[in-house]
């Protein structure tokens, strides 16, 4: 069986929501513009480490999609997240502060690692190289909203980085965070992670393992005003019966668990 961080977290996040995607095959539709305009940034932004156009490449891969009948937030379009995407890779380009020596080989790092019982854990790691002259491992993010940086070291507490630097053994790690919003921003968030932090996703990831093993799938449901999680669990038509919402949100497709990774390329 292969896990990888997404499998781990939604486990931890609510066992029946597990059991729904990875055994039974519920998938969330992709219809979500800002999680398809994600991948197709990621292309831009490879592109410009391979010395080519970025904004071209922007265009050719989002063009692709210009009439699909996508979910867009309320105020976006697709000539408003181009807009957007176009002004970040020209931001990202004048800031200069990271570099990838060899992009060929240190972009979208597909990393492995044995568990016990002959299972495995893949990762896809954005990109290895260097931010503000120093080595570190670092994972792209396009989003709506800033990333929360206070109290200092925050950050360092973040479980995706931590599951790539146990991953990779790499202590420096940084998200580059593509902020859409009015005035588009880039937040360059830096940690370190400790040999300790990494020992201790490694026996949560085997605990997490042995659970999903034995079948333990108890639905946490996290009803608490106001952080109700069943409100974006795209699962929660299935827990309420409803058709109507598994019919909007919901495609089953067994055995697509291969592409959960995309959903680790967007916040
Ligand atoms: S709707 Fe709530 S209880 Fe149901 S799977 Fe989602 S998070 Fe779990």
């Not at 004048?94 to 597909?110: A, E, F, M, W």
């Not at 949560?204 to 333990?216: D, F, K, N, R």
Request: aromatic share 12%; hydrophobic share 35%.
């Amino acid at each position: 069986m292969i896990y990888s961080y997404t499998q781990i977290s939604q486990y931890l996040r609510c066992p029946r929501s597990y059991r729904y995607r990875y055994l039974d095959g519920w998938r969330e539709k992709d219809t979500r513009a800002a999680m398809v305009f994600g991948r197709c940034f990621e292309k831009a932004l490879q592109a410009c480490f391979e010395q080519e156009d970025p904004s071209a490449a922007l265009f050719k891969e989002w063009g692709a999609y210009r009439d699909t009948p996508f979910e867009y937030r309320k105020g976006e379009s697709w000539d408003r997240l181009v807009h957007q995407g176009v002004h970040l890779l020209q931001k990202f380009a004048q800031d200069g502060r990271v570099s990838i020596p060899d992009p060929k080989g240190n972009l979208q790092l597909k990393l492995t690692r044995s568990l016990a019982g002959g299972n495995e854990f893949v990762s896809y790691i954005d990109a290895i190289g260097e931010l503000d002259g120093k080595p570190c491992l670092i994972d792209w993010k396009t989003t709506t909203s800033r990333y929360a940086e206070e109290p200092e070291g925050l950050l360092s507490l973040d479980p995706q980085l931590i599951c790539y630097s146990w991953i990779s053994g790499i202590s420096d790690v940084a998200f580059v965070v593509f902020v859409r919003k009015q005035l588009p921003e880039i937040q360059y968030l830096k940690a370190t992670i400790s040999e300790e932090q990494r020992r201790e996703f490694g026996r949560l990831v085997e605990s997490t393992i042995a659970q999903v093993e034995s079948g333990q799938f108890s639905s946490h449901s996290g009803i608490r005003f106001p952080q109700n999680g069943c409100v974006s669990c795209s699962h929660l038509g299935l827990c309420l019966n409803n058709q109507q919402l598994i019919e909007t949100n919901l495609v089953r497709r067994p055995g697509a668990s291969d592409l959960d990774w995309l959903d680790e390329l967007t916040d």
